[in-house]
């Protein structure tokens, strides 16, 4: 099982920026797409963002198009997303996952919350 | 964007029965060239991530228990249980990863009769 861990969420006010990191240095990291999912408790799961393994392309959900972008380190073994024009309807929980296919292996998931 | 539907919503199973979960895309996800179904299914446990139990709609990962099994092409899938363990309550989602945006189900909730 591959470990990924997911940092940066919290509360922040609507029309704030946040950004999260998911690091995932035990396996190797450049050679998979990362994707976000997010997840509002109690609710589904929904496709946020992807980036392909060497960062070249990227792909999002409309509903955060423009406001959220997708980056990755592969020297740091690290994949970002930085969320800006924050609104109360992106508050979930925000998983990052691997996979060129199907997504594999899933963090824990970080929460972020948009409220004032 | 391919909108994928689940049915039922919740569905509840008696200790050793079989479970049937169906999934229905609005596109066809066969993909011609290889002839695969790009369509995954994933358990979620309460407090849990989600978990990878088959792919290419069929294909079992491994470590998953032979009495899951995933069935269908084209735009209709199934996930069947086949004798329902305790240990298997939890939502359970099909996902599309055949063009993006990617797309899920909006699960479906397996519970003990």
């Known amino acids: 099982e591959m470990q990924l861990v997911e940092s940066g969420g919290g509360l922040v006010q609507p029309g704030g920026s946040l950004r999260l990191s998911c690091a995932g240095p035990?396996?190797?990291?450049?050679?998979?797409?990362m994707h976000w999912v997010r997840q509002v408790p109690g609710e589904g799961l929904v496709w946020v963002s992807r980036v392909l393994s060497d960062g070249s392309s990227t792909g999002y959900a409309d509903s955060v198009k423009g406001r959220f972008t997708i980056t990755r380190d592969n020297a740091k073994d690290t994949m970002y997303l930085q969320m800006n024009s924050l609104r109360a309807e992106d508050t979930a929980v925000y998983y990052c996952?691997?996979?060129?296919?199907?997504?594999?292996?899933w963090g824990q998931g970080t929460l972020v919350t948009v409220s004032s | 964007d391919i909108v994928m539907t689940q049915s039922p919503d919740s569905l509840a199973v008696s200790l050793g029965e079989r479970a049937t979960i169906n999934c229905k895309s609005s596109q066809n996800i066969l993909y011609s060239s290889n002839n695969r179904n790009f369509l995954a299914w994933y358990q979620q446990k309460p407090g849990q991530p989600p978990k990878l139990l088959i792919s290419w709609a069929s294909t079992r990962e491994s470590g998953v228990p032979d009495r899951f099994s995933g069935g269908g092409s084209g735009t209709d899938f199934t996930l069947t249980i086949s004798s329902l363990q305790a240990e298997d309550v939890a939502v359970y989602y099909c996902?599309?990863?055949?063009?993006?945006?990617?797309?899920f189900g909006q699960g479906t909730k397996l519970q003990i009769k």
């Open positions: 035990r396996f190797t990291f450049s050679s998979y797409w």
């Open positions: 996902q599309q990863y055949y063009s993006p945006p990617l797309s």
């Open positions: 996952t691997r996979g060129v296919a199907a997504m594999e292996d």
